[in-house]
């Protein structure tokens, strides 16, 4: 949009930079400042009014009530249940190795690079144990994801579409975080039913309290959204005026600076009452 | 009898000091520009001088110095330019606008130096270039920077709301995403994995220029959207008039002195406290973990705060917040002795009290961080409350002299007093640790003495007479000054064809 003076309307040039208008010369910064300053109040206000809504929505949504802060807790608690071990290696000497999130990706790698042989902290495993632990693992990643976009669709799920979004995210969180944590079972008894001294793959207390966690999160998920997120909606004002007023004013054709002008008080023009008058 | 001649002016509904004046994507875009200051990897310069570019040492210090130089020399004749400077655009935007874009480049090609495969005397011509050239940018940035802040909205409770806004979304939207991806990234490849070391140069090179160029981007974004709102004089003011501007603003030679004492504390950071006593360098992040928590929580009880006391009161409080609740750490430090059964000593007692203690002051961070840019703010309407001319930027020009002279004091004293007590440089790279009387002394300096430094650095904020009736005084007079200034210029130009 190209600038113009705001007396004169002429259209200026970059080359135009002095404050002054080179048609005019009325000073281009300073010229109506004080309305133009309240036409920009006015705008700002009017933006706010349309933006508050949503802010207290997501408020309500996380932190406007007790049940809301009880559902927001519970969603990030699985995470809690990551940062134990999600897998066991128990090997022939009966060493127990942990492992946690963070040995998973290197032990992924050379997985995948691994020629038929997999191996799991340098002890061989049977190819369908460890398949069936990277499809785990897998499921867990996807698990991961679903929940941060759970979290992510919280603050905006006071909304029927917004809850909608909440309620597939959280729940697909979980069924991956099963699946997670039933193909890890799955992978325990392949090796125990395999040769009996060999290395054991099991899911690890991880992989447990992820699991129930999810699951709670997603009772108390269902709970919250079943009795309902009251909002309760700030006010907005405009220039003083309520903002549907306001909005309806516009809609029927004043101009913002009309409205103020229409909305000011005026003081009476007699002399100012006594201190003690009646 | 009532006289019809006179009758008072109309009274508008609403207080316009309440009002808001940047609308929602000004707001965004000021929040954008806010996240662009802190997104960048720009604590790893010196590394990325000294350990990628490989600049030999005594060159580095011969860039630093000439570099130190043309920063005090270009910041005296930068702030009477920009006080000078009438566009009508404002007095900011265009050292925003035009000057983004080169910054930006300038930034990219200093990040891509090791690509050009430079012999040592070129890579030092090319640093050294660069630097001065983008030091000159800064500074007239910097300035402008400062200077659009306080006039993007003309009443401090709007620019509060701003300012708050700005630092709780930005700080939770990870302004320091790229610090914790290069330490992570960092620490992988040291370790051999990903590529091995050899990889460090192509991290540092990708992550300098791509969050160069993002916040770029926010930068610019806000550069373009933002307008100054702040009507003012048309008179230009003159090299002595721009001295005695500050010269006679007692406000900022109060803010100025405060911060040149806090600059002179010559105490020791909680990292090197961790490093160099715990040897656990991670505690650092492990005890800010519940803090992080509550700093939002802060930001929310920035209004509160401020409706029960006075800017100054909080600045007070937010200045010596961190040290005064130091002070049970170091007294619980001391159990047990200076030697080696001291509790300071120990690290799981010692992260206990640290992480208590970073929560408590992150109640009052929202403060620390909001209130001393918003009474720098304040200062700058007083200069034009009493001169009738805004001097942002020998104000900026100022406080930066002074601040930097301290810090350099403090760089060159800090040292030394390691020194008179043995500090062992040696000892970190080769596994070793301090002796126990070091040990002490870090910890001292860390917990102990900076409770003292600040509240001598608090003592000329006692002074600050900015506030109560006189500052609601000063925002009357300006309001009405700026209406007549803009009713003037309304009311008798002459039309010209």
Known sequence: MKATCPKCGRALRLR???????????????????????????????????????????????????????RLCCALLPIAGCLLPLLTVRTQTAERTAITILDLFPMIAAYLRSDGSPTVQGVPVPPACAAAAAAGLFLLFLSLLSLLAHLVSLPWSCTDKGARRARRTGSAAW??????????????????????????????????????????????DFAVQRRGVPVRYTPCTIAGIPADEYRLLLEGGMTPSQIRASHTITPPTGDPPEPNGT | MANPSVSAPPVQVCDPRTRRYVGVRETAAYVAFDMSQSFNIDNERESFIKNILMIDLRLYALV??????????????????????????????????????????????FWLLPVFGLTDMGKFWAYLVLQLLMEGVDTFHGMARVGIQATLTPYPLDRTRLITLANLVSGALGEKIPQYVMQFFSDVLRKGKLGGAARIPSLYVSLGVITTIIGGVGAFWFFYVCKERVIRNEEKPTLRQSIRMVLHNKPILLLTLSETLAQLSFSKSKGDYVRDVLDKKTLQTIVGIPAAFVN??????????????????????????????????????CIGGKG????????????????????????????????????????????????????????????????????????????????????????YVKGGTQSDRMKF?????????????????????????????????????????????????????????
Not at chain 1, 24 to 39: A, K, P, S
């Open chain 1, 16 to 70: 135009d930079w002095r404050p002054c208008c080179p048609y005019c010369g009325v000073h281009i910064v300073q010229y109506r400042m004080e309305e133009r300053l309240q036409d920009d109040a006015d705008q700002a206000e009017l933006e706010y009014a349309a933006f508050r809504p949503r802010l207290d929505r997501c408020r309500a949504a996380t932190i406007g009530s007790k049940p809301a802060v009880l």
């Open chain 1, 175 to 220: 069924a991956a975080g099963a699946g997670c944590l039933a193909l890890l079972l799955v992978c325990a008894g392949i090796t125990r039913r395999g040769v009996p001294e060999a290395t054991i793959l099991a899911a690890g207390a991880g992989a447990f309290v992820y699991t129930v966690l999810l699951a709670v999160m997603r009772t108390v």
């Open chain 2, 64 to 109: 630093r110095g000439i570099n130190a130089a043309w920063d005090v020399a270009n910041d005296l004749f930068t702030g009477i330019i920009v006080d000078r400077t009438q566009t009508r655009w404002g007095k900011f935007k265009p050292y925003l606008m035009f000057l983004a874009i080169p910054g930006t480049l300038l930034a990219i090609c």
């Open chain 2, 296 to 333: 939002p929580i802060s930001y929310g009880l920035v209004p509160r705060f401020q409706r029960r006391f006075s800017n100054k009161t909080l600045y007070i409080m937010g200045v010596n917040c961190i040290s005064l609740l130091n002070l049970p750490v170091y007294f619980f430090g």
């Open chain 2, 340 to 427: 080696k059964n001291g509790m300071y000593q120990k690290v799981v007692p010692m992260a206990v009290a640290m992480t208590l203690h970073e929560t408590a002051f992150t109640f009052l961070f929202g403060v620390r961080s909001v209130i001393p840019t918003e009474m720098r703010n304040e200062t700058m309407d007083y200069c034009e409350w009493k001169t009738g001319m805004r001097g942002e930027g020998m104000i900026s020009v100022t406080k930066g002299l002074a601040t930097k002279l301290a810090g350099a004091v403090n760089d060159v004293v800090s040292p030394l007093i390691l020194y008179a007590f043995g500090y062992d440089e040696k000892a």
């Open chain 2, 441 to 497: 002394v870090i910890f001292t300096l860390y917990a102990f003495v900076p409770a003292f430094t600040n509240l001598i650095a608090s003592v000329p904020i006692l002074f600050y007479n900015l506030h109560g009736q006189e500052r609601d005084r000063m925002y009357a007079e300006l309001h009405e000054r700026r209406a007549a200034i803009a009713a003037r210029a309304s009311a008798d130009e002459p039309e010209q064809s």
